[in-house]
């Protein structure tokens, strides 16, 4: 078994080179945050895509595409622990329409995976919408070297991260007691396997340097409903607030911050996207990059 | 048109009865939707049914089911045996391939099943529940429900990773293994300790096979005692035509019971399971099965006073040594109960170690595993949670919804939720911002209650070397709010022991 495992390791990143998931899309001279508030999960989205140059300038005909919701939790939507389902089904029709080949939706749990996909409805609304929404098993990861890592060196990766054509995150906005908030980076934990409560410590560094390979071409942070206090796992429908907003971007530092903006705490005070904003991952500052605001109401 | 051979009816029937045990089995599983009851066969296990509310001092109407096999030798007598019992289908099975074809005769070892049911009921009256260890369904609950399940996943995991390796039919895999995933097990492989004594019991009933034929339902299976107790009594029951027997000794040697005597005429009715085999095989049609008056035989192997005195003295002391609590190491064990267990004694008293929980949990959170002698030689094999195996998931209470005999008590979810199985407690010695002063709270992460039970304390540190100071946050258990459920044990990042542990303290039972 070990054995086998090493071969197949050795083969894929013999074959591969080193393994970096590269952004299919073509880079932007500027980089552009929207932000859009008020509307249906399907406007919300529909109207990001539009913002950001149509669902085409992200997806082509036949593309193998990645969603990344957080599934985490065995917790229903309204409790704020998971992404919108309806968000991420209109994400995955939008990218079905546009010609995707195949959508796949996977997250390593932190609940039992079967009780978090069903209570968060990703898995039956995603799934309708048409997306392959798979379980991940330890067979699925690959151990990848993380060439540029300050404090992980390699680590077990979701071996169909390297194969997609485009990967699209889709974080939901929350407190989270050591990073402050977990927004789109600490989201690509869930595409990673091995003894991850390694990865706390230390907390910033490891989350960008998972980030330094899992590169996604897309964020769109969930900040329809908000998870206040207790998280990341909440629990609590006292500590949810509606803001019905979407953040949206190319640059996932960007739109971090500006997420951070939305929930009301300062980028700066973001330990890890400092860090990523030092390591050229993208840009930190709001005010030198205003988000293009979009209201369907006022 | 070809005659339906009665023999065939009844293999069908074992067939039957052996696969709608399986799918009891099976239906042991989150998402829990049953359509037939998955504890059926142990309800209706008359063995299960007496030891249990005599042990346990209580009546529960579902064991009601268990009447209908307990009363059935009156008119069939141990037809539950050749026809039903999943456990004795299984041996047929195994018998097939490994008994010789001429069986030893093993009567003289025949009564050691009623002394072994002898003592059982003893300690049940002295209130011990040993019964399990040889009670034919409970050992066949766990062989395929833990066992089983176990080798279901080496297996079909081995050949299905091994495509999805070698990228044969990737999706196909997937759909295959989500599909497993969906209805029947876990994504995970479920892990479980204490798989070996199971296995071993289960080994040794098969290869018995080996000595006789069905050597295990001959000589020590304390419910075919039972029921054959009660079949002397039996009206229907075989028939030899005298004037039609040629004494030719066919049936004698077909007999998987070995329950026909030397005439070829007389049958040990607590011995004979009406499996129909001597029937179909008597070359000149001089056996029938038919109701009859019921003749006492006189040549049945009784217990002699000897044996039922020594039965006696032993459940006296054997039991004896169970309440000494010899082994019983009250105090300073981590026995941890699921939660809605029963009072100790109560629990252990009840329950039969069908290990339903533990398959269940093992579709669940996983902490729920077979006991060896931590709990007291009185605990062996029943469930006790080990959390750095599993935790209790939050919104699961399947342990208790599926309990046949309600030694953990079926709590509504609400009711789970709050019920505390035990509190947690730092190791600071272990902990990692104690021990490291570095940030980690993947325990506070990972509460599940709606106002966490570990909270954090932030403080500055100065390291002494550098000079340095950072905040810290250093965790603490709310023992109010704490319900024990275990999954910051579970998920602690230290190898090894974790920097946080369940206790008993405050555990509440029922």
């Known amino acids: 078994m070990d054995r086998r495992k090493f071969l197949k390791t050795t083969a894929i990143i013999a074959g591969a080179g080193l393994m970096v998931r590269k952004p299919g899309i073509a880079s932007e001279t500027s980089p552009t945050v929207t932000l859009i508030k008020n509307g249906s999960p399907q406007e919300l989205a529909a109207k990001a895509f539009e913002m950001l140059g149509g669902v085409s300038r992200f997806i082509a005909k036949g593309d193998y595409v990645m969603v990344k919701p957080n599934m985490s939790w065995d917790r229903r939507p309204e409790y704020a622990a998971t992404t919108n389902p309806e968000l991420v089904s209109a994400v995955v029709t939008l990218c079905l329409n546009a010609g995707a080949k195949k959508v796949l939706i996977v997250d390593n749990t932190c609940n039992d995976a079967r009780r978090s996909y069903k209570n968060c409805q990703i898995q039956e609304m995603a799934g309708k919408a048409g997306a392959d929404v798979r379980f991940v098993r330890d067979t699925h990861y690959v151990d990848t070297e993380i060439p540029d890592g300050t404090s992980i060196k390699r680590w077990p990766i979701h071996a169909e991260v390297f194969k997609v054509d485009k990967l699209i995150n889709i974080p939901i906005l929350k407190h989270h007691s050591l990073s402050g908030l977990t927004i789109g980076f600490k989201n690509m934990m869930g595409l990673v396997g091995g003894n991850r409560g390694r990865i706390h410590r230390p907390f910033a560094e490891s989350i960008v ?88 109401s006022t | ?190 892990k479980f300790l204490m798989l070996l004594l199971p296995f071993v019991i289960f080994i040794v009933i098969l290869a018995m096979g080996k000595i006789s034929r069905r050597f295990w339902c001959r000589n020590l299976c304390p419910l075919g005692a039972l029921l054959g107790l009660l079949s002397k009594f039996s009206p229907f029951q075989r028939v030899v035509d005298k004037a039609a027997c040629t004494s030719c000794s066919v049936c004698q040697k077909k007999c998987k019971m070995d329950a026909i005597e030397d005439d070829y005429i007389r049958t040990e009715k607590s011995e004979c399971i009406l499996c129909l085999d001597c029937r179909e095989d008597c070359p000149t049609d001089a056996i029938s099965y038919q109701f009859k008056s019921p003749v006492l035989m006189k040549t049945a192997p009784d217990l002699s006073r000897r044996s039922f005195i020594g039965a006696g003295i032993l459940a006296l002391f054997g039991s004896g040594l169970f309440s000494l609590n010899v082994l019983n190491p009250r105090k300073t064990d981590r026995r941890l109960r699921p939660p809605g267990s029963l009072h100790e004694d109560d629990f252990v008293e009840r329950c039969i170690r ?157």
């Open chain 2, 1 to 190: 048109m070809k005659k339906i051979r009665k023999t065939a009816i009844r293999r069908t029937a074992q067939i039957g009865f052996l696969g709608l045990f399986v799918l009891t089995v099976l239906q042991a599983s989150y998402p829990f939707q049953p359509w037939i009851p998955p504890e059926l066969f142990l309800w209706a296990d008359p063995l299960t049914a007496i030891v249990t509310q005599l042990a346990g001092r209580f009546f529960d109407p579902v064991f009601l089911i268990a009447l209908l096999v307990l009363l059935s030798p009156f008119i069939f007598g141990r037809a539950f045996c050749g026809w039903v019992c999943p456990l004795g289908t299984s041996i047929d099975i195994s018998d097939k391939y490994l008994a010789k074809k001429k069986s030893k005769s093993t009567q003289k070892f025949r009564s050691v099943k009623t002394v072994l049911l002898i003592i059982f009921l003893l300690f049940a009256v002295f209130g011990v529940q040993l019964s399990w260890l040889m009670d034919p369904i409970p050992i066949l609950w766990r062989t395929f429900g833990v066992l089983g399940m176990s080798f279901f996943f080496l297996f079909t995991n081995t050949i299905l990773n091994g495509l999805y390796d070698a990228n044969i039919f990737p999706d196909r895999v997937l759909d295959i293994q989500d599909n497993i995933s969906a209805w029947l097990f876990p994504v995970s492989t479920p």
């Open chain 1, 209 to 296: 340097d998972l980030n330094r390979v899992i590169i996604p071409d897309l964020t769109i942070v969930d900040a329809i409903r908000v998870l206040r206090r207790n998280g990341p796992s909440g629990g609590n429908l006292n500590d949810v607030d509606t803001l019905n907003t979407i953040i949206a971007g190319t640059d996932r530092v960007l739109v971090d911050a500006w997420s951070a903006r939305v929930f009301g705490t300062e980028p700066e005070s973001l330990e890890y996207l400092k860090l990523a904003n030092a390591a050229n991952m993208g840009e930190i500052d709001t005010n030198k990059f205003p988000a293009k605001h979009f209201s369907f």
């Open chain 2, 354 to 510: 069908c290990e339903e929980c533990v398959r269940i949990c093992a579709t669940s959170g996983g902490c729920l595993q077979m006991a060896f002698l931590e709990t007291g030689l009185e605990g062996l094999m029943t469930p006790v949670s080990k959390y750095r195996i599993g935790y209790c998931e939050f919104n699961c209470n399947l342990c208790g919804q599926i309990c046949p005999t309600k030694a953990i008590q079926p709590l509504d979810l609400e009711k789970k939720q709050e019920t505390k199985i035990g509190t947690a407690f730092f190791l600071t010695d272990r902990c990692i911002p104690y021990r490291l002063n570095e940030n980690c709270i993947v325990c506070e992460e990972h509460c599940p209650l709606p106002e966490k039970a570990i909270k954090l304390n932030e403080k500055e540190y100065t390291d002494l070397e550098t000079g340095e100071t950072r905040m810290i946050a250093y965790p603490y258990v709310d023992t109010n709010l704490c319900i024990g459920c275990g999954i910051c044990e579970n998920k602690c990042p230290l190898e090894g022991e974790a920097g946080i542990i369940i206790t008993r303290e405050g555990e509440e039972r029922f």
